[in-house]
């Protein structure tokens, strides 16, 4: 039998800090501390994130290899988010990542975000595994990407946000109704008791397979700010309804761009990914869509949507296994597309 494999994940790419150990493509343990100190500012203070990361690193690191129930020696190599991300926050991460592989004399290996996100699919679990090629729609915080993925590092961007991401659009729209930080969860809670058909909003006419969030986002406040000139209590009164409709267009719009991308590419394998992926009425409207338009859709586990560290161990296996390692003088970029091209501006 082949010796098995053990990689600790590290993630630390915005305001979660993670740690993950995955042996042979299972996850032991996924540790998520996040981070509560934004929700005072309305958004994440990047300053605040490293901060925080720096402190919750280790304790994160500790818990995980605890939970795993493995010693430090056992581990086979490290696998660390470069990118995209917070600089602050990806420097916690690759410099403890360094250290500690330098510490136990193991291989780093680093791991593109957009590509964890992805690539969470294929942790080993009961589920079915997509098969390649297909579609991704990664909708996160800081993303809104139709992805052509053909194999586990070769994915081509079909179209993506030109301004405002999704989930972006979910704590613009939660922000405006005064909701905290961050808005995308509380929006699919809320709606969950109101009409989606309440409020009607324009939805944005932009070609090929690109979105855009803004025009709603200004659409939306607009809204809001009219109707509470006539009644101050205009949202309280009508969270739930506000929230489904909100909710609605931004997934009625997620929904008909992947729909047309399926359409042109003749692919009917589609999985979601990120941290918009954890909303409820995306998950639900996909299931029905795979009656309708004959899909195989993939939606990954509640807790492999929002930012993780078993993504980037799962990455950083497939890369352990073509031998795709990385060294002491590794530097996190800010700006990383899926192909791994740094952009430092
Ligand atoms: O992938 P992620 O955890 O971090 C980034 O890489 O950005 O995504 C975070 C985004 C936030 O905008 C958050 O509001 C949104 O995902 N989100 C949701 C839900 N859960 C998280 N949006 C809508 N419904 C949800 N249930
Ligand atoms: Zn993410």
Redesign the pocket.
Known sequence: MSKSITILGIES??D?TSAAVLKDGKILANIVANQSIHKLYGGVVPELASRAHQQNIIPVVDQAIKLAGIKKEDINAIAFTRGP?LMGSLLVGTSFSKAFALGLNIPLIEVN?MQG?ILAHFIEEEQLKPSFPFLCLT?????TQIVLVKDFFDMQILGETIDD????A??KA?KIMGLPY????L??KYAKDGNPKAYKFSKPQIPDFNFSFSGLKTGFMNFINTEKSKNEHFVTENLADICASI?STIIDILLSKLESASKRTIIKQIAIA???S???E?RNRLNDLQKELDWEVFIPKFEY???NAAMIAITGYYKFLKNDFSNQSATPVARYDLNNKANEL
């Open positions: 790419s915005c979660d991300g975000h996100h909708v996160s915080g800081g993303h991401a999704a989930g972006e979910f704590d939660a961050p808005g995308g969860p929006v699919d909710q990120g941290g918009v954890a909303n409820s995306l949507c929002t930012d």
